[in-house]
């Protein structure tokens, strides 16, 4: 005899005399009706289909720790199909190099693209990237990217959306550029967030957006919320800025974090995830 | 390579047999991937918090079907590939389950993560905190629409093996569900 917990997990398969015995059960049960309330939320849930997205070329390798072993195999195959006449694997054999430069044509907008050049725009404030962002050769394709097209953001599509306050965003090593995240609004709700990297004379230029989903702001926490989280961990706070380095699967220029000060001289760190660590864990500085 | 003949194959461009006597297939990758690298791509989003994560593991997915010695006829391909997508997807959660208990490599986890409230990212948060085998079997069977008994074949379990995973997961997927929902870590 099975247990009511696993009878309910497994009901939809359930034959008499089993099924009936499960029904008179959850009458008398008010826990087994809560699971079965419970599992049907679930059973939902996991139904719900993931939206259309577009991959990305084979070849045009992530951006962080690249295997090798895929260029050469992509490289390899390019060759073989090149014969076949199938020539479209050829452009992607460049592996992540391949990534970085976006193909003619293309608006060049993507995690990882290449560090601007002389050709931006001035950035040195915040004020600078509100009255340059729209002028960005990239700016118009990137809004009609989210709001139509193959893979356009549903809660974007026939919308028009607005740009809200840049956030400054401090490299936390010393290769690590400062750059400026700039959200993307529908409804006041944060569905996008644009990367403007700045050079080294102070000109910026809009190479890369994200999707944003998990919060209706962006960042999820605001300053004082992770100045909040840090303190419980770590002790009282002095202050917190977003800064961002790349940590594989944690973090890179899209996904900043916060740097908490404490008042004992300790630095925290605490990331997209919500989870605190303290600045040993890293070691980034 | 001595060709033999028209392959009548969209995937498999020439065949043939080579110095050794051994047969040769060359496989139209490029085909395959924008017949199938889409449908890969939104499976594995489940089992992942970013889509930059999911697409580096669509590329773990091509990159093995790309090495393997021996690929499957045109009907039998998308399972294989679903197959080699699912091994994927539990190497990666748990090297993530992993993550979480490491302090260093990707840190020690001080207090309960954000909790995003975005539905799909709940639902995407609490198949990651269940067992990865769990997880695949319910994705497969309830989000990707497979009979539990493909599901079964193309994980190489026994159809109970999958119908007790398919129980338990429910079970442990409702639960943390129920938590993030209630703002509680999963």
């Known amino acids: 005899v099975r247990h009511p917990r696993e009878s309910l997990a497994l009901r939809a398969e359930l034959l008499e005399p089993e099924r009936a015995q499960l029904n008179a ?27 259309l997205i577009e991959p990305p070329p084979l070849g045009a390798r992530r951006q962080r720790g690249a295997s090798s072993g895929l260029v050469a195999l992509t490289a390899t195959l390019a060759v073989l199909l090149t014969v076949a006449g199938a020539v479209t694997i050829l452009r992607n054999a460049q592996g992540d190099n391949a990534a970085a430069t976006p193909p ?7 995690r990882g693209t290449p560090a601007p050049t002389q050709s931006g ?3 040195r404030s915040i004020a600078d990237v509100e009255a340059n962002l729209a002028t960005d050769e990239n700016f118009a394709s990137t809004l009609r990217a989210l709001t139509s097209g193959a893979d356009a953001d549903p809660r974007a599509v026939g919308r028009t959306p607005t740009i809200g306050t840049p956030l400054l965003v401090r490299g936390l090593r010393p290769s690590d550029a400062r750059e400026y995240l700039v959200p993307v609004l529908v409804d006041d709700r944060v569905i996008a967030v644009l990367r403007v990297a700045v050079d080294a004379q102070d000109r910026g230029k809009l190479v890369g957006a994200r999707g944003w989903s998990s919060a209706s702001s962006f960042p999820a926490l605001s300053a004082e919320q992770a100045r909040a989280r840090a ?31 404490h008042a004992s001289g300790r630095v925290s760190y605490l990331f997209e995830d919500g989870s605190v660590h303290d600045s040993s864990e890293i070691g980034a500085e | 390579m001595r060709q033999t003949g028209e392959t009548g194959s969209k995937v498999v461009l ?37 889509r930059d994560e999911a697409e580096d593991l669509l590329h773990d997915v091509f990159e093995r079907a790309m090495s393997a010695t021996v690929v499957p006829d045109d009907a039998a391909l998308l399972p294989w590939l679903y197959r080699i997508a699912s091994n994927t997807a539990i190497s990666h959660l748990r090297r993530a389950a992993i993550r979480r208990l490491l302090p260093l490599s990707a840190l020690r986890e001080v207090v309960a993560p ?17 067992p990865p085998a769990q997880a695949v079997a319910l994705v497969l069977v309830l989000h990707e629409g497979f009979a539990r008994r493909d599901a079964a074949r193309l994980l190489g379990v026994p ?12 079970l442990n997927f409702a639960g943390a569900y129920a938590r993030l929902q209630r703002g509680l870590r999963a």
Not at chain 1, 31 to 41: E, G, H, K, N, T
Not at chain 1, 237 to 260: M, N, Q, Y
């Open chain 2, 114 to 130: 954000v909790v995003d409230r975005d539905e799909l990212a709940l639902v995407r948060q609490a198949l990651r905190s269940i």
């Open chain 1, 231 to 261: 303190a419980s961990a770590f002790g009282a706070t002095t202050g917190a800025e977003l800064v961002w380095t790349l940590i594989r699967g944690t973090a890179d220029e899209l996904s900043p974090f916060w740097r908490v000060t």
């Open chain 1, 25 to 51: 059960h959850l009458l008398a049960c008010d826990a087994c009706r809560a699971l079965a309330r419970q599992l049907d939320a679930a059973e939902h849930a996991l139904a719900m289909p993931e939206p």
């Open chain 2, 159 to 170: 159809e109970e093996t999958l119908k007790t995973r398919l129980a338990r997961g429910r």
């Open chain 2, 14 to 50: 020439a065949q043939g047999v080579d110095d050794r006597g051994d047969d040769v297939r060359i496989i139209n990758w490029t085909y395959v991937y924008d017949t199938h690298g889409q449908t890969l791509l939104r499976y594995l989003r489940r089992f992942t918090a970013r």
């Open chain 1, 104 to 110: 003619p044509g293309s608006s060049g907008i993507g």
């Open chain 1, 121 to 123: 725009w001035p950035a």
